[in-house]
């Protein structure tokens, strides 16, 4: 039985890697979204439990794999709650604290860092995060120096190492009990997103793209280094998944052609080549249209990119105009899934396999996500027409992939705090081995500092 | 369009020093403050105009009512009694309960404003019942829903609902946007229209008003 569901697990993970790499498979992948919140739902818990109760997640999860058998992925919920209660962050309001149970998580728009705060940032990011903006964005920060702020920072990292082992549990329990691979693993904003989102705002960054052009390009060209290195850090060990983008401002119409190819794209383009660079695939969402943006991917080597086309933009058109290049995913409208029926979907299927699917590298899915309330029969027809009309081969077994070699030199090394020359000069040197106490020294360093930035979004 | 003048192509050019310059020199001139104002007005009309035909974006959009915003702190102090909002065709607007999403929605009061409407913003998670109340203590005629959620559809359904449950929902006109609407989730809401952009929006009010 276990080898069974093992053999499913490299069948279904080597389907999801020839997908990406725009290589012959099988079949389509079936319930290939990235973000499955029908999949939270569906077992009949409330957003709020899913969040908050990591037993109730894993029982979600595995309720819809079982009435679902034939998926090929499956990743729902986004986030373990308690963290986010731990310090009280700011950015998000979660159902059941203070939205109604049943509501989505909201992101909380805001300025989180000053217009005088670039220099700061882009000399001194630590200084930077630790004195100003982490104060602002956690709650529980707000009395420097008290006995419940230096409780937060504890609290924090615990959370922090808790949510990690949520997160490998869910996926062990998926891997092993189901045999599902994951979307992706691990997470990195374009440099541009990070200052636009959780750190000038929207309405901060519209202003600094007039006002301070030149910092804003230093700022994006700063964060790039430990953007990648702490996206690594959350990444598949093995290089067998994607690493996870969601992609903002780059939705037409917030920037200019030109304020897209000045501001957001050459950052964004350096970060995902030194991830390509170090072996690993990425899974951006283009959220929002990204039509006339979205031409930029074809100058990535091909085969490296999975693309999430969101509703506002054609599929089809996509395809023809990096299609090529990239593998992408989307097609079906979220209200398709909402209030259309089996038959509309099963047609919209068969649409998508003839045309923009006929020749791969495309995975059905609504817009970025399987909305909160699909209704199952449709997911069901979404499952069976695809299944039916997205088969491209009945000999063809695509293999996992041999984990890439590490590259050398390319990969940014991480950031510390107090590096280790100066704690050796701190004990006068050490007696016995000290790489033994080196590396622990080093990795929980550059874990802090990841932890610095994990409050970016 | 007449042509605008020194200060209203500031405004256009995005230029924030050239609009305080000129803005200071009017008042030392002793020009009335309201007169500025009107020329600042022609120029968002002009950047507006430039937002619909896709030669501006949401970036030039947002940093012109910046400059615009900046100058009204600095002359309000100067217009004494004067209530510059009272004219205009009237439009309700709000991103419905369950929803706190308001990027989109601002957009599009900003270009209602611009094109001279008078509007009642009523912000993110408003419930069906508060939409009800502002209609009918305004008078208003028309009515835009805002979302960015999906799980908003329902939501929007329920205010027709509410509209028509309340006897009001012949005297409004309902229009819904956002990103995951399109004319089958108008059909499903039961809305009037369906604007696939804040542009697609001005227009159908200017429509609704016969302007």
Known sequence: MQDEIQQLFEERLARY????????????????????????????????????????????????AEDFPEIDLLRSGRIWAPIFDSVGFKLYRLPGRDLPKDTDFQFVEGEWMKADEYDLLINNPVEFLIEHRLPRVLGELKERGSARSYMAFLKGGMAYMLMAQVMRERALNLEKKHG???PFQGVMLAPFDTLADGYRGLQGIMI??????????????????????????TANPLKQYPIFMPLHRGNHPFLSPKQFDTFYWPSLFKAIMLLIEAGYTVRAYLEGDWTPNWHHWNEFPRGKIICDIDNK????????????????AGGILDRMFIFGTPEEIRSRVKELCETAGRDGGLILNGGCGIPYSTKPENFRAYVNATLEYGKYSDTLRPKVKKVPPPSVGKIPSPRVITPWEVKLREFGGVMGDETLIKGVWETLEQRAFCWLRFWDW | MAQLTDLAQALVDLEKDRVNAIVEDKLKRGILPLEIVKELNDGMIEVGERFASCEYFISELMYSSHIMKEILVRLEPLFGQTDLRESGNMVIIGTVKGDIHDIGKNIVVTLLKNAG??????????????????????????LGLSCLLNVAFQEMRNVVDTLTRTGIRDHVKVIIGGQPTDEKVREYVGADYYASDAVAGVKICKEIYGQ
């Open chain 1, 180 to 182: 599902l691979p994951q």
């Open chain 1, 313 to 328: 933009a054609d599929i089809s058109r996509a395809k023809k105009e990096i299609g090529n290049n990239v593998c992408l």
């Open chain 2, 117 to 142: 409407f008078r509007v009642t913003d009523m912000g993110i998670d408003v419930p069906a019942e508060r939409f009800v109340e502002k209609l009918k203590e305004t008078g208003a005629k028309v």
């Open chain 1, 208 to 233: 600094d793209l007039f006002e301070r052009p030149d910092k804003l390009l230093e700022a994006c060209d700063a964060l790039i280094p430990d953007s990648v290195s702490c996206a690594i850090a």
């Open chain 1, 17 to 64: 890697q020839a997908t990406i790499a725009l290589e012959p498979t099988d079949r389509m992948i079936v319930g290939g979204t990235g973000s499955n919140y029908f999949a939270e739902v569906y077992a009949g818990y409330t957003r709020q439990e899913i969040m908050y109760d990591i037993n109730k997640w894993m029982a979600a999860e595995s309720k819809f």
